[in-house]
């Protein structure tokens, strides 16, 4: 019942939305026929809101449903959210305008809506844990078209030899009253939401720890599931420490790095096309989606659940994952030992490791030596004349490791590759 009550105030707010968008678009701006629509728009959230507090709230259709459950796995969710970020950007003058924007936002939280009647769907949004998470999803959307709209205005003003939107607002404004007055309103409106909020949901506390029972599934706090979904792929030296690190440094070198003295001080992607693209690929795809995934899809042992599966904890998946050297060898020779390094020591030890990872080791060797000149030599020869040999270098190895994060996970979910080089003697693998 408490959930169709607030399913009900759910829609009544999304009818307040979208009725005070349509009085803006009429008196305001004198677009009566928009108007129209989402006044329309209105009305039919104004409906919907009664219905969810009666308690039969309409929902999503069970062939709906089997479908984004089917279609939730590691090789459709990573394919897709690159496609829907290939898509965006491509026809990004066409999704930038507000009343597309606003209909993709509209499109989303009717979704949502419907969404939440499968009680699959609302035990993981319904979490306290992941109540923000949902409201920093529609937030990071928000911003990130807020950003590529102004982006979009400046490449067209700058292209018809006009500057850029923010050179024209340069007017000063003092401290005191007009920024401390804003911060004061934004601090009483945020205090209201999260005394509502602390009122309408328990705080997320669980029962003392023990070592008896752990819960199952484990996670990590939002800001670090990313780190543990790349625990899946790498040992903990290299996901917790050593590309964390590179992330750190890769962000402090770049203004070293850097050769282009456009975009400075205003939005714009024509212009930075290339530092754009690397950024919201790493950010939006390597980052914000494995948080995603991580909180919304991710159930007991660690396995794969669509948003609309139940949970099922002897849920099992038969994973024969093999490392390079166990497909190489054992693919030539059915009778080569790969454990033949044990009982060796010194020298023989170490020869004996180097035999068995040798193809490994020259994948691995190949990617970070013999990429970088080739890289020099075509693609990137502009940008290499323009940076030189030692900052390309650099930038040229970032951005392979970056790139060893989705070919290290293709490899796993395609070929089952576990490692490219497993030395466990030495608890040294990559």
Not at 216 to 222: G, I, L, Q, V, Y
Not at 314 to 341: D, T
């Amino acid at each position: 019942m408490n959930t169709a009550i607030g399913l009900g105030f759910y829609y009544l707010l999304l009818s307040l939305m979208n009725g005070v968008a349509a009085l803006y678009l009429w008196l305001k701006l004198d677009r009566v026929k928009d108007a129209i629509v989402w006044l329309a728009v209105s009305g039919v959230f104004l409906i919907l809101s009664p219905m969810a507090m009666s308690g039969s709230p309409p929902g999503l259709p069970d062939w709906f449903t089997n479908v984004v459950n089917w279609l939730s796995n590691p090789i459709s969710y990573s394919l897709g959210t690159t496609l829907i970020l290939v898509v965006l950007y491509v026809w990004r003058r066409f999704f930038v305008k507000p009343p597309v924007a606003w209909a993709v936002l509209n499109l989303s939280l009717v979704l949502m809506g419907l969404s939440i009647t499968n009680p699959e769907f609302q035990k993981i949004v319904g979490k306290p844990d992941n109540v923000p998470i949902v409201a920093m999803v529609f937030l990071l959307g928000y911003f990130t078209w807020l950003a590529t709209y102004k982006a979009v205005q400046n490449d067209d003003r700058l292209r018809e030899g006009k500057g850029p939107l923010e050179a024209e607002d340069s007017e000063k404004v003092l401290v005191w009253p007009d920024l401390v007055y804003t911060e004061l309103i934004c601090m009483v409106a945020l205090t209201v939401v999260l005394t509502v909020w602390s009122v309408g949901l328990a705080a997320p506390l669980e029962e003392p720890s023990s070592t008896v029972k752990t819960p199952n599934p484990s996670k990590a706090p939002w800001y670090f599931l990313g780190l543990q979904e790349m625990l899946v792929y790498y040992d903990p030296w290299m996901a917790g420490v050593v590309l964390p690190s590179l992330v750190v440094f890769g962000l402090m070198a770049i203004p070293f790095m850097d050769y282009n003295k456009k975009g400075n001080g205003y939005y714009t992607i024509e212009e930075r096309q290339f530092s754009y693209l690397i950024f919201q690929f790493g950010f939006l795809e390597m980052w914000v989606t494995l948080i995603i995934l991580g909180t919304f899809l991710r159930g007991p042992n660690w396995n794969f659940f669509g948003p609309y599966e139940p949970w099922d904890s002897h849920k099992v998946e038969a994973l024969a994952n093999k490392n390079i050297s166990e497909m190489f060898w054992l693919g030539l020779n059915k009778g080569y030992v790969l454990s033949e390094a044990k009982g060796l020591t010194g020298i023989p030890l170490l020869l004996a490791i180097a035999k068995r990872e040798m193809p490994g080791i020259l994948l691995v060797l190949g990617y970070f030596i013999a990429l970088p000149p080739l890289m020099a030599t075509t693609l990137f020869r502009k940008m290499f004349l323009k940076m030189g040999f030692l900052r390309f270098m650099m930038m040229a190895n970032l951005l392979l490791f970056m790139a060893s994060l989705p070919i290290k996970m293709v490899c796993r979910w395609v070929a089952n590759i576990k490692y490219f080089i497993a030395i466990p003697e030495f608890f040294l693998n990559f």
